[in-house]
């Protein structure tokens, strides 16, 4: 209308995300010092999921919707602005059965779930924290509003061009992000180390316990299902969530 361009658009996308198999540690990870440890079967160090902690099934899901509004106005013959907003926001992945639970302090001893799971027979020899959640973490998405400027300035005879712009520009927590979390995620994971050069593993050894050997069913012997538990891994997002913000500029001169 007039010097004023304008536009506007919406943009609504719906993720899935299906695990159906065993990501990480059902067989083990296993590592040699050298290629004669390696022919000789005498692993350096394994990592595998302790019984009864092996990866469920998941089916999540995630939400992003975002709205943009621009106008290009032409001040002058020789001077044109570009200004635009732009809203985006994600929701936090959901689990179809509800298998949500997060570390709130990085110092707490135990995750804290969902009440469904502190209900699962599955997990109720599992250390949980008192108190439920409903959500992997809080969202830091719903005030992202981004704005934009920019322009494109010819004085003269315009042999003489300048150009710039400036924004805010926002990097989502989406499922891709959680994804890996969920590989080692207690109490629905748990994933232990044995290294054959640890103080745990010498004392194992001195009582009498077999040395480490890559075979079949290794992770439930009962000897080492004990070592395992001594070093477990863990992964967890932070459950107060911060947008990571960008900031972007430039500024072009063209003759």
Not at 9 to 26: A, D, P
Not at 37 to 48: D, G, H, T
Not at 239 to 251: A, C, D, H, M
């Amino acid at each position: 209308r007039g010097n004023h361009s304008m536009r506007l658009g919406t943009e609504l996308k719906w993720f899935r995300y299906k695990q159906v198999s065993c990501s990480r540690g059902c067989n083990g990870v296993w590592g040699w010092s050298n290629l004669s440890s390696f022919l000789q079967n005498q692993p350096l160090q394994v990592e595998i999921f302790q019984p009864g902690h092996d990866n469920p099934d998941r089916l999540m899901r995630q939400l992003l919707f975002g709205g943009y509004f621009q106008d290009n106005w032409q001040m002058s013959p020789s001077l044109t602005l570009n200004l635009g907003l732009r809203y985006e926001f994600t929701s936090v992945p959901s689990d179809d059965n509800d298998l949500i639970a997060a570390l709130i302090n990085f110092n707490d001893p135990a995750v804290t779930s969902t009440a469904k799971v502190k209900a699962d027979p599955r997990y109720k020899n599992d250390r949980l924290m008192p108190g439920t959640i409903d959500k992997f973490f809080e969202n830091p998405t719903l005030k992202s509003f981004s704005p934009r400027v920019g322009f494109a300035w010819a004085p003269g005879s315009k042999k003489l061009s300048i150009r710039g712009g400036a924004g805010i520009f926002y990097e989502y927590p989406m499922l891709f992000n959680i994804r890996t979390v969920l590989q080692e995620s207690p109490p629905f994971v748990l994933t232990g180390t044995v290294d054959t050069t640890s103080p745990q593993y010498a004392a194992f050894r001195n009582g009498g316990g077999a040395a480490l050997q890559m075979r079949p069913g290794i992770g439930s012997v009962p000897a080492f299902v004990n070592l395992l538990g001594s070093t477990p891994n863990i992964r967890a997002m932070e459950y107060n969530e911060k947008n990571v913000t960008i900031y972007r500029w430039s500024l072009t001169v063209q003759q």
